[in-house]
């Protein structure tokens, strides 16, 4: 009988899970409020755990999970407004 084939994870996938994966550790938010952002859901200004230390601390994160280079020219403070915005960001670094 032949075995079903192994499920495999969109590289979008693999970064939407790493990125809110991080954003609970670096945050210290529960998953299930990092579960329910969206797009729109604002990040930068509108968490108070979201400062700047933690923007240091999720760029290694995502450098050290998703095995990628994020130079200093590539950030922009707009990509950090919003989770849409921030995935749309790792989406790009996984895929350059």
């Known amino acids: 009988m032949q075995q079903p084939a192994p499920k495999t994870t969109e590289p979008g996938d693999a970064a939407e899970a790493a990125l809110r994966g991080l954003l ?23 968490l108070p755990e979201f400062d700047s230390m ?30 849409g915005r921030l995935l749309a960001f790792v989406r790009r670094k996984t895929a350059a």
Do not use: C, K, N, W
């Open 24 to 46: 609970r550790d670096v945050l210290g938010l529960p998953q299930s409020r990092v579960a329910r952002f969206d797009e729109a859901t604002p990040l930068f200004g509108a």
């Open 54 to 83: 933690a923007v240091a601390t999720l760029l290694t994160g995502l450098e050290e999970r998703l095995d990628i280079l994020i130079e200093d020219d590539d950030v922009e403070a707009e990509d950090f407004m919003t989770y």
